[in-house]
């Protein structure tokens, strides 16, 4: 790898504000020693001297920014105190934005105009953040890469030769890049954690149903509250108090919406103290291995987690069979996708699963059969997801936090080959199926618990590494204030090099 040609430019700038939590952006803008318009217009400039290789921002909306920047200079010098006010960041380009393009990557929707904002959008701008543009997204929000024909390829600002990761791998490396302090996205198959991890960001995947997704839309269908299962939204930041600051805005219930979940109050973190936390480590997978490096930086936490003071074990009877938990994500995520698929790959798909030998039980396999799962079958694997979800309970009653990968590897070298269920994982020198590392996705996603990652080390090539820390159901502080402490104690986000792959 060679420095790109700025690498000068580039270089962590520590006599501004560009990497600033928004937390300390609005304490600055209080204390009147900077204002919205001065970082709106210093993130703007960054973009349009970066971006050109990072290509995280797709959609600009700089002159809007501008203007809500400068209302929330008025606002504040009026005595305005809203929490974000003035606060620029970024939006996944899968939600609405009044007036904007929401395209989910489809080349087919290159001209399709939200009339509305997403609720989550609404929340933030209601909250006084200045929305500087939509970040790039996968086709149909499918990968664990961010590309498409709309809009090019993502590239991590860590290594751009490297992933970003998918489906909010915009978003990442948006907040990388310096580009605002805050965004949003949204996890189905770890599209929120996994980039976050390969970004050296912080994110959090909400407890399932938990934040309101009306507005977080596909293109060509009504913005209408629903819920599509283990889809769920969530913020993303350079600091895990802004997770906190986020959850706080966004967790109010969705008026259009039925559930109990939007109005239930979010009890508090079970500790406020590491030395009180009692973790469980689970660094390996049963059917795909995690790379050295990262259970190297995991294995580096949990020995400076003991020596804090913490209760950290290393196994539990009351852990839920992992591997039947990941056949049993497989099938239900493929079920979710594979609802929309059309009709002639749905019939295509229908052939194979009767095709498959009903012994075999691989990944892939259950991917298959799940894309074409009947109802009956589908309340099968929710009856057993019930089940595992009674597990993870039992567990927590042991535990308070489960420290894991968010994915088996560090950011991965971009692979465009068209089939994606046929690319290949490397993982120490060996291969593996690459759909087979959402595994560590499944983890949280089947009971649907709440899930932060928290960025902990970087591997010996400098990509960062992040831990996935579990709470329990609906005690999504718990795991935030987890890794607040982790931040305050050891450590959290540092900015990339915004390096160039040799060419």
């Not at 499918?142 to 860590?158: I, K, R, S, V």
Request: proline share 7%.
């Amino acid at each position: 790898m060679e420095s790109c040609s700025q690498e000068e430019k580039a270089a962590p700038e520590t006599s501004d504000l560009t990497y600033a939590a928004a937390t300390e952006l609005t304490a600055a803008m209080a204390a009147r020693e900077v204002s919205s318009a001065e970082l709106t217009e210093a993130a703007i400039s960054r973009i349009e001297r970066f971006d050109q290789d990072v290509n995280a921002v797709c959609v600009r909306d700089f002159d809007r920014a501008l203007t809500a920047a400068r209302a929330a200079d008025v606002a504040r010098a009026k005595g305005d105190v809203r929490p974000l006010l003035g606060v620029p960041m970024t939006v996944k380009e899968s939600f609405n934005v009044a007036g904007l393009t929401t395209t989910w990557g489809i080349p087919a929707f290159k001209d399709a105009r939200a009339a509305e904002d997403a609720v989550a959008v609404a929340r933030l701008k209601a909250a006084g953040a200045v929305v500087l543009g939509k970040t790039n997204v996968p086709f149909a929000l499918g990968d664990l890469q961010t590309y498409n024909d709309l809009y090019g390829a993502t590239g991590n600002p860590w290594n751009l030769g490297r992933t970003a990761g998918g489906s909010s791998g915009g978003s990442a490396a948006a907040l990388a890049a310096g580009y605002g302090a805050l965004s949003i996205g949204s996890d189905i198959a770890g599209s929120l954690r996994a980039p976050a991890h390969y970004c050296g960001v912080y994110a959090h995947k909400p407890s399932q149903g938990l934040l309101p997704t009306r507005g977080h839309t596909p293109p060509g269908t009504p913005p209408l509250a629903y819920e599509r299962d283990l889809v769920t939204i969530g913020p993303m930041a350079r600091g895990a108090r802004d997770l906190s600051l986020m959850l706080d805005l966004l967790a109010e219930p969705d008026e259009t919406a039925i559930g109990i979940a939007h109005a239930l109050a979010l009890p508090p973190a079970r500790h406020d103290d590491l030395a009180a936390f009692r973790v469980l480590v689970v660094d390996t997978h049963p059917l795909i291995p995690t790379a050295s490096s990262v259970r190297a930086a995991i294995g580096d936490l949990a020995d400076r987690l003991s020596a804090a003071g913490a209760k950290v074990a290393r196994e539990s009877e009351s852990l839920p069979d992992q591997v039947e938990a990941a056949r049993l994500y497989m099938r239900l995520l493929l079920a979710s996708w594979g609802a929309g698929y059309p009709q002639e790959v749905y019939e295509h798909l229908r052939l194979d699963a009767g095709r498959l030998d009903a012994g075999d039980r691989s990944l892939a396999a259950e991917r298959t059969r799940g894309s074409v799962l009947s109802h009956r079958g589908w309340i099968a694997a929710d009856s057993a997801r019930v089940r595992n979800r009674q597990g993870w309970r039992e567990l927590f009653a042991e535990f308070d936090i489960v420290l894991c990968p968010a994915m088996p590897t560090p950011a991965f070298p971009h692979d465009r080959s068209p089939d994606r269920w046929a690319r290949r994982i490397t993982i120490d020198g060996t291969d593996h199926d690459y759909a087979d590392q959402l595994v560590w996705a499944g983890i949280a996603s089947v009971p649907g618990l709440p899930a932060t990652v928290a960025p902990i080390g970087r591997s010996a090539d400098g990509l960062p590494i992040g831990a996935q820390l579990i709470g329990p159901m609906f005690e999504d502080r718990t795991p935030i204030r987890f890794a607040e402490l982790l931040e305050r104690e050891f450590g959290g986000f540092n900015p990339p090099p915004l390096a160039r792959p040799r060419l």
